[in-house]
């Protein structure tokens, strides 16, 4: 059980002895499920390693210990829940090992996105690192539908509302993935955006003794949540000199036997590339032949803005495999994310009726008025007029984008995004990749622009240097203001910016 990879890198913090006791015994007497510190460097430190092994032992007898390679983690029994022969969970228990399902919090597991969202969105000048379609109104909507009469009907009693959403908001969302197989209703199931629908599902279906491989770059929650669940995780890395391509060979080499799910995320968020639909039919056979779930991502879906006609590929859900799972949401394509609507689909019933026992624990219903918005907003009189809304915006904001790529060849590349909302954006300075932190760092401070940086939000600190996440898809105005004072930073300041000192 007790298991210290000496290869992987040391992250975290440096902890003092009496500290990590403290915290190892206090979680233990509390029989709390989640306790994660990381402690790598503390084991490998001569001076700790031998104490830290006793202590670590020692509650490993009382079968409350499991340590990895650069985590400890303590925990209490599985409780019945968790064990029930009745539960659906059994299915797919996630814990061959009979381990119990853990999950680490802590400050360094914090999503690096969501940290630098947090840190600059509010004084941003230029927000061109949101992912969402320019945001709309209730008033917008309305007059985009056809329908004009009110969605919102004042006068309902504000109970809890339908558990799982309401049959309109499923039915809605059930007819836009029957587009070959019809899908009934109750196989979707709505939960607040999609990053709680990605939870959801990965918390309800992966564990440790499982392995995982996901498409990478991408949404770190896609690929840190199954690892904070145990899971061992390979990434699965789309090459950037081929146009962001799946190699399927690749895929292959990274089976498992105890391979338990494929996550995909298509289109793909930073890159704006799309998975093909031979690609994805390939995926899927491979996952066939072993039983393998493949989930799919698919927030920015329908926003294939710039695939050529008829290569838009169709969503997982239509490939004729079962065990396919997709999220989605009203935040990307549909422009809604303050409604915080989202949903799980899958073509096999046990996982949604599987996520739907742990989104008991979680979240009763989503508020009966963003239901009905998005139910109004994914009916057949308004979704074509909302995207076809969005798909403009999408195409004119890239025409802007690509200008200032073209005439910046000298400073930056790029693979011109085809769906989604995002572009990833090499920048180099003298033939080195900036420091895209510090380059971020300084657009903000300087001239107002917020951008997203690579290497720490997609790559782990370790790659994508250089890189930066342009979100391009907001209002045309501010995405030409933004344009029109990089320019200026790129005529003047931009020399100035620090390159990777390893490059
Ligand atoms: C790939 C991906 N999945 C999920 C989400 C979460 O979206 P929401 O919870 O707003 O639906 C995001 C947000 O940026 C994303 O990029």
């Known amino acids: 059980m007790v298991h210290v990879d000496g290869k992987r890198k040391l992250t975290g913090h440096l902890l003092d002895l009496p500290r990590f006791i403290h915290f190892l015994l206090r979680f233990t007497q509390s029989g709390n499920a989640i306790f994660n510190y990381h402690v790598t460097r503390y084991l490998n430190s001569m001076r700790y390693k031998s104490n830290a092994f006793r202590i670590i032992e020692s509650l490993l007898r009382k079968d409350r210990v499991v340590v990895r390679s650069k985590r400890v983690s303590v925990f209490k029994k599985p409780s019945r829940w968790f064990t029930s022969k009745s539960s659906p969970w059994n299915k797919y228990d996630p814990s061959p090992t009979g381990q119990p399902r853990i999950f680490y919090l802590d400050e360094a597991n914090r999503a690096t996105l969501y940290k630098w969202m947090d840190k600059y969105e509010t004084t941003a000048k230029y927000n061109v690192a949101e992912t969402c379609c320019a945001s709309i109104s209730f008033n917008d909507l309305r007059e985009l539908s056809e329908d004009k009469s009110d969605p919102l ?121 799309v998975i093909p639909q031979e690609t994805l039919k390939e995926i899927v056979e491979i996952a066939r032949s072993s039983s393998i779930i493949v989930h799919a991502d698919e927030v920015y879906r329908p926003l294939y803005h710039s695939v050529g006609e008829g290569q838009a590929p169709p969503s997982l859900l239509s490939l004729g495999y079962e065990h396919t799972v997709v999220t989605g949401s009203m935040s990307k394509a549909y422009s809604l994310a303050g409604l915080r609507v989202g949903w799980i689909a899958s073509r096999d019933r046990s996982i949604i009726e599987a996520c739907a026992s742990a989104r008991d624990y979680t979240t009763i219903s989503v508020g009966q008025l963003d239901d009905a918005i998005a ?129």
């Not at 587009?179 to 607040?192: E, R």
């Open 375 to 503: 139910s109004y907003a994914l009916a057949p009189a308004c979704e074509p007029n909302l995207l076809k809304r969005n798909l403009d915006l999408a195409r004119r904001n890239l025409a802007i984008l690509e200008k200032f790529i073209e005439s910046h060849r000298w400073a930056c590349d790029w693979v011109k995004p085809r769906a989604g909302t995002t572009a990833f954006v090499r920048f180099n300075n003298q033939g080195h990749p900036v420091d895209d932190v510090a380059f971020c760092e300084q657009l903000q401070a300087k001239i107002g622009v917020m951008f997203v940086p690579g290497s720490s939000c997609f790559g782990e600190g370790e790659d994508y240097e250089g890189y930066v996440r342009i979100g391009y898809v907001c209002e045309t105005e501010v995405l030409e203001q933004a344009m029109e004072a990089l320019r200026s930073f790129m005529d003047g300041e931009y020399r100035n910016v620090p390159v990777r000192s390893r490059s």
């Open 153 to 273: 009907d004042l006068s309902i009693k504000l109970t809890y509302g339908a558990i799982r959403g309401s049959e309109r908001l499923r039915g809605n969302l059930a007819r836009l993935y029957s587009d070959q197989t019809p899908l009934p209703s109750d196989n979707v199931l709505i939960t607040a955006g999609a990053i709680q629908a990605n939870f959801l599902l990965l918390y309800t279906l992966v564990g440790s003794g499982d392995h995982v491989i996901c498409h990478y770059p991408t949404y770190q929650q896609l690929y840190s949540v199954p690892e904070s669940l145990g899971a061992e995780v390979s990434l699965w890395k789309a090459k950037e000199a081929d146009n962001w391509r799946l190699d399927i060979n690749e895929l292959k080499s990274l089976i498992r036997p105890n391979t338990k799910m494929i996550i995909l995320n298509n289109p793909q968020n930073p890159t704006g590339a």
